[in-house]
């Protein structure tokens, strides 16, 4: 059974940091794409940062400078790296595993910012 199960959520202070991690199981991680994504209550879901298996990355253009996304195939686990928060980060962020057959969901960890 595949698991995906984010943590490293919590509240942190405009300007602070946080490391989320998502942690995966019955999947060879390697050889998928993963991505992070958030939801901000009322809004769509959208991406944040990507990275393929080969360590490509992408981020959308509100993140970019501020965050960093990086892999541990060994292990199967990856991270987001978020720095200078701002109060429009606020969201719920996920874990997705992108395959060429199946995608994978975690179910998410709370991020909230704000003094």
């Known amino acids: 059974q595949v698991q995906l199960v984010e943590s490293g959520g919590g509240l942190v202070q405009p300007g602070g940091s946080l490391r989320l991690s998502c942690a995966a199981s019955?999947?060879?991680?390697?050889?998928?794409?993963m991505g992070w994504y958030r939801q901000a209550p009322g809004k769509q879901r959208e991406l944040v940062a990507r990275i393929t298996s080969s360590g490509s990355t992408n981020y959308a253009d509100s993140v970019k400078g501020r965050f960093a996304i990086s892999r541990d195939d060994a292990k199967n686990t990856v991270d987001l790296q978020m720095n200078s928060l701002k109060p429009d980060d606020t969201a719920s962020y996920y874990c997705?595993?992108?395959?060429?057959?199946?995608?994978?969901w975690g179910k998410g960890t709370l991020v909230t910012v704000s003094s």
């Open positions: 997705k595993a992108e395959g060429t057959i199946s995608d994978y």
């Open positions: 019955g999947i060879i991680l390697r050889i998928y794409t």
